[in-house]
């Protein structure tokens, strides 16, 4: 019987011993580093382009409207001269005559358009709570959908990522690590697309564009 009891409690020691370095184990995996949250505008406090950007297309006949998809307090507008057409995201220059647009907030190349058409109220300026655009990992770029989408799981498709991945649902901004869920476009011929999930992944980066000034 004491035999027993001294295997029994020799037994008892050694699993709390794993179960302590199981925990400790865990406790010492290195976490994602924290999102890196980028508030950008491609002009300066002056309404000159800033530091960093350069010229890439001009072009004229443009319009405006007040109130942009993707940063809120911006501008949204267009050009039939310019095969991009519409510009979701600009900013007003010194003169008012001229803003400043960036398609993707990790670009350093800008279009700027002359307004020769004038600006229109549009839905105003407003708040955006979502980021205009998020990288996970290393590589993968993902540009926040401003046009009807599709929905998986109950969730909105809010962001393209590539010709393959999209997020959909919430950003999670729990913490100092944001994340967002990952899923993989799966075609089955025809028109026929469902979304298969990679999971929940953290946020390297996420970006948002600066208030304009008004026109």
Avoid at 103 to 122: A, S
Wanted: charged share 20%.
């Amino acid at each position: 019987m004491r035999r027993r009891l001294s295997l029994l409690v020799l037994a008892l020691a050694s699993s709390a011993c794993l179960a302590a370095a199981s925990r400790a184990t865990v406790a010492a995996s290195p976490s994602a580093p924290a999102t890196s949250v980028v508030r950008l505008s491609p002009v300066d406090a002056q309404g000159a382009l800033a530091t960093g950007f350069t010229i890439h297309h001009r072009f004229s006949n443009a319009n405006c409207e007040s109130g942009s998809p993707t940063v809120g307090k911006a501008y949204e507008c267009f050009t039939p001269q310019s095969g991009q057409g519409v510009y979701h995201s600009c900013w007003v220059q010194t003169d008012h005559h001229f803003v400043i647009c960036l398609v993707e907030p990790w670009q350093h190349k800008v279009d700027r358009l002359h307004v020769t058409r004038g600006y229109g109220k549009g839905p105003g300026f407003h708040r955006i709570h979502l980021p205009w655009g998020v990288r996970i990992g290393n590589r993968i770029r993902c540009l926040v959908i401003v046009d009807p989408t599709d929905t998986t799981r109950g969730h909105r498709v809010d962001y393209g990522c590539n010709h393959k991945d999209v997020l959909a649902g919430p950003i999670r901004r729990r913490g100092a690590t944001w994340h967002a869920h990952v899923y993989r476009r799966v075609h089955h011929g025809g028109n026929r697309l469902t979304y298969k999930s990679l999971g929940v992944k953290p946020i390297a980066v996420a970006w948002f564009g600066k208030p304009s000034q008004k026109a």
